[in-house]
Nanobody
Framework: QVQLVESGGGLVQAGGSLRLSCAAS????????MGWFRQAPGKEREFVGA????????YYADSVNGRCTISRDNAKNTVYLQMNSLKPEDTALYYC???????????????????WGQGTQVTVSS
């Protein structure tokens, strides 16, 4: 079992930046790939990005590529999502998720992940 807790969300102006954190429990954090997803009211959960178990590979949605950076510190059991040049359309509840390492084409599918955090709200004003 893995427990995930997101933090770092808030209200920012368009063009601003936020750094989200996801703290995980357990000693097996390094065996999980980690993903970030977001969900706005009335919309489906959307893939943001993912990172492999050792941080050697990262993957991003086209909508955020170039503005977001995922990193992880396995010694701290924490994964991060740095978001820059934020836009109003980035407003959503952001979730981190943990799952077994997988093929690059599978990182964007929510069903591939086994554990989810409670989410942290990001609101970008225009």
């Amino acid at each position: 079992q893995v427990q995930l807790v997101e933090s770092g969300g808030g209200l920012v102006q368009a063009g601003g930046s936020l750094r989200l954190s996801c703290a995980a429990s357990g000693r097996t954090f390094s065996t999980y790939a980690m993903g970030w997803f977001r969900q706005a009211p009335g919309k489906e959960r959307e893939f943001v990005g993912a990172i492999s178990t050792n941080g050697g590979s990262t993957y991003y949605a086209d909508s955020v590529n170039g503005r977001c950076t995922i990193s992880r510190d396995n010694a701290k059991n924490t994964v991060y999502l740095q978001m820059n040049s934020l836009k109003p359309e980035d407003t959503a509840l952001y979730y981190c998720a943990a799952g077994p390492d997988q093929l690059p084409g599978s990182y964007s599918y929510p069903d591939e992940y086994d554990y989810w955090g409670q989410g942290t709200q990001v609101t970008v004003s225009s």
